[in-house]
């Protein structure tokens, strides 16, 4: 804590002093961490947590030792993203990549246990696989999806694929958890999500991270494209593209 006391937020800002600390911690926040962050009273944090877990802007975390941000919050914080005036800039790039790879690129954000697409720029090519924007695509068979579980805690990921639902969508869709945290495990050595035909027939994917000012995924970068022109491989020869254009989008304080 810094030497100099923060005021205490008035009433009508509180809940977004809450919801700051919460999301600005790398651990989940308790009741005490909260008081200390915020400076407001144990009863009033206990009443306004109640408040915003039973909306679902925050939700306890999955081994019960905090606070973490909830569903509505990361929806709130997709639809302010997609709606700033930095939205030309990022679809700027997200054109430039486009136009260099020459097939679909997208920027995706988690939302709970799916992928929202957020920005979009379409291939040129007749033969396109659509995605809109607006879209939520599963975390467990999507190069995004898989990116964002890798950049989970080890035990927080774990904890997560067992109670996820792993529907099949292809015969390459990895079903077993097992399976599934291995593949996890080599996306977080080499912080490149793929899929190899996992979510749709006919289609491959790479994807890597955005990160905020902490290093953090908050988004992935993605492109993806039909197996018919390009394989898994080729796709991997353009991640220099990628990871030029996340140096541009990466958040900064």
Known sequence: ??????????????????VEAIAGSDLPMTVVDLVESTGLPKATLHRQCNVLEREGYIRQDINGRGYVIGHSMRRLANLTLAATADQTFRHGI????????????????????????????????????????????????????????????EEQCEKLVSVLKLEKYTDNTLRDPDALLA??????????????EEFVDGMVAVAVPINDSKGRMVAALAFHAPSV?????????????????????????
């Open 229 to 253: 022109r390009m394989n898994l491989q080729k796709a991997r020869t353009y991640l220099p593209i990628l990871r030029k254009a996340t140096e541009a989008l990466s958040i900064a304080d």
């Open 94 to 153: 997200l054109t430039a990549v486009s136009q260099d790879i020459g097939e679909t690129c997208n920027i995706v954000l988690p939302l709970g246990v799916e992928m929202f697409y957020s920005d979009r720029v379409e291939t040129k090519w007749p033969l396109r696989h659509q995605l809109p924007i607006g879209t939520n695509v599963p975390v467990h068979c999507t190069a995004s999806g898989k990116l964002y579980l890798s950049s989970l805690p």
């Open 1 to 18: 804590m810094d030497d100099v006391k923060l005021e205490r937020p008035t009433r009508s800002l509180r809940v977004f002093a809450i």
């Open 183 to 196: 593949a996890v495990a080599k996306i977080r050595k080499d912080k490149v999500g793929v899929d190899d």
